[in-house]
């Protein structure tokens, strides 16, 4: 599969092909990471730095803080994607860097660190838009081509994608409130576990009862989704145990299965008013167990379902690199300013 994309200068075209390397860079929000994947399937290199346990103590991302940790760790994971893979700058075909949605300064230390390289060693330059890269996961070891239907759960958004082709999509559905990531924070919060609750919520969900407690979801029309009525159900029910000890397993399996639930169901009309035959998972709680059980359980119907392997779920420089490979709506302009929000 050949690609045409812009070069930096005096817009001159380059081909990609499934030889081409390309390095990007990722840092919207509290990871700052790199990779150089070949042909935006083969990753010779993934390099991620957590600032998990910074952001922990605030039980938040705190965004000056973040971008700071970026400017701090940004040439050290730079060095080691190099070193990892056994590459030279000059050995690669273009360079990446995530444009937005996500933290404005944390953006701009990845995306002018993915310029700069760029420049320095005369090679093309291309943006990425962060909700594509998650998509763009599923890409990694496979040979997965549009069409497909896209289930992106992230923590700061939950779409259904009708994906045509590379150069097509439309965002059938999406939450009217809170995303799937947030309301599994929230709620984690609620019952006391630290930050980030939602991987936390899934362990303890496995170990519950998902019938123990009826929760309510959201009726919502078509595609779209709301989570903010069901972190509330909990919240009551939380309340109602008035300092006893609440059986917090059934809880967080409870309100699991209704999250799960909800989204297989749009999921399938959404496979089955398209005819299409594919599914993916993709974005940070694409890692969730249930919800993978459910989407996955599609397979006996017939349908071929991917999901990305956990590591490349939560947020990547190889899905970035994937990305810019494939999709064509990046942005390949050295111009390109970043941008905060989808
Ligand atoms: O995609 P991501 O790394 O960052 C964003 O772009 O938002 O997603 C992070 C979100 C967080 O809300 C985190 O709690 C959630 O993904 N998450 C999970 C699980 N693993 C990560 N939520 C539920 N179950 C999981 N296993
Ligand atoms: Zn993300």
């Known amino acids: 599969m050949n690609k045409i994309k812009k070069t930096l200068f005096g817009n001159k075209p380059v081909t990609l092909d499934k030889n081409s390397l390309i390095m990007a860079i990722e840092s919207s929000c ?18 991620v730095a957590s600032q998990i346990k910074i952001h922990e103590e605030y039980g938040g991302v705190i965004p000056e803080i973040a971008a700071r940790e970026h400017l701090e760790a940004i040439n050290v994971v730079i060095d080691e994607t190099f070193k990892q893979a056994g590459i030279k700058g ?4 273009a360079f990446a860097g995530t444009v937005g949605p996500g933290l404005v300064g944390c953006l701009l230390v990845g ?11 005369d090679k093309p330059f291309i943006g990425v838009n962060h909700l594509n890269a998650h998509l763009a996961a599923n890409f990694i070891d496979t040979e997965l081509e549009p069409p497909f239907i896209a289930l992106l759960v992230s923590g700061g958004h939950t ?27 929230k709620v984690a919060r609620l019952i006391g576990l630290p930050y980030p609750g939602g991987p936390k919520l899934d362990k303890l969900a496995q170990e519950g009862n998902p019938h123990a407690f009826k929760l309510p979801e959201a009726k919502v029309g078509g595609y779209d989704f709301s989570f903010s009525g069901l972190k509330t159900a909990v919240l009551r029910l939380v309340k109602s145990f008035d300092g006893r000890e609440m059986p917090i397993n059934d809880i967080c399996a409870s309100f699991q299965e209704c999250v799960s639930s909800t989204l297989f169901k749009k999921v399938k009309h959404a496979l089955e008013e398209t005819g299409y035959k594919q599914v993916i998972l993709a974005g940070g709680v ?57």
């Open 30 to 47: 509290d990871e700052t990471a790199c990779a150089i994947v070949r042909g935006g399937r083969e990753v010779l290199a993934n390099t």
């Open 90 to 93: 000059d050995e690669i075909s």
């Open 111 to 121: 995306l002018n660190a993915a310029k700069t390289l760029a420049l320095v060693y």
């Open 159 to 185: 779409q259904i994608i009708k994906v045509d082709s590379f150069s097509d999509m439309e965002i059938i559905g999406e939450t009217i409130d809170d995303a799937v990531g947030e309301a599994y924070d």
């Open 286 to 342: 694409a890692a969730n167990s249930e919800i993978r059980r459910k989407i996955f359980s599609l397979k006996e119907q017939g349908y071929e379902v991917y999901a990305p392997a956990m590591k490349y779920c939560t947020d990547n420089a190889a899905m970035v690199a994937s990305s810019a490979f494939f999709f064509n709506n990046t942005f390949d302009d050295i111009d390109v300013e970043v941008f905060s929000r989808a």
